[in-house]
Nanobody, 113 residues
Framework: VQLQASGGGLVQAGGSLTLSCIVSGSIFSIRAMGWYRQAPGKQREWVATIGSSYYTNYVVSVKGRFTISRDNAKNAVYLQMNSLKPEDTGVYYC????????WGQGTQVTVSS
């Protein structure tokens, strides 16, 4: 399994970003997928999940601001992030849910105040 996240960048507080993740080498459509993030000096945390049946779940801190989605035809999972806050800063990763040990290269999101 290879996981490649992209779409990060520098944005002002209140702005938006959309992250993308392409998954290869796996039967993507039957797996629940998740987004995770690691802030500077902190442990990596779970952010959002989308199941094979498109059920979604979010950590409380991003509910109402982030939206996870998937496109099985493209083996892709997305994270639309709106109303970004400085505390959303970190490296964002996609992985299966629950997470496997195969962490790909994340994408940096920096939110300035």
């Amino acid at each position: 399994v290879q996981l490649q996240a992209s779409g990060g960048g520098l944005v002002q507080a209140g702005g938006s970003l959309t992250l993308s993740c392409i998954v290869s080498g796996s039967i993507f459509s039957i797996r629940a997928m998740g987004w995770y993030r690691q802030a500077p000096g902190k442990q990596r945390e779970w952010v959002a999940t989308i199941g094979s049946s498109y059920y979604t779940n979010y950590v409380v801190s991003v509910k109402g601001r982030f939206t996870i989605s998937r496109d099985n035809a493209k083996n892709a999972v997305y994270l639309q992030m709106n109303s970004l806050k400085p505390e959303d800063t970190g490296v964002y990763y996609c992985n299966t849910f629950p997470a496997s040990d195969l962490w790909g290269q994340g994408t940096q999101v920096t939110v300035s105040s």
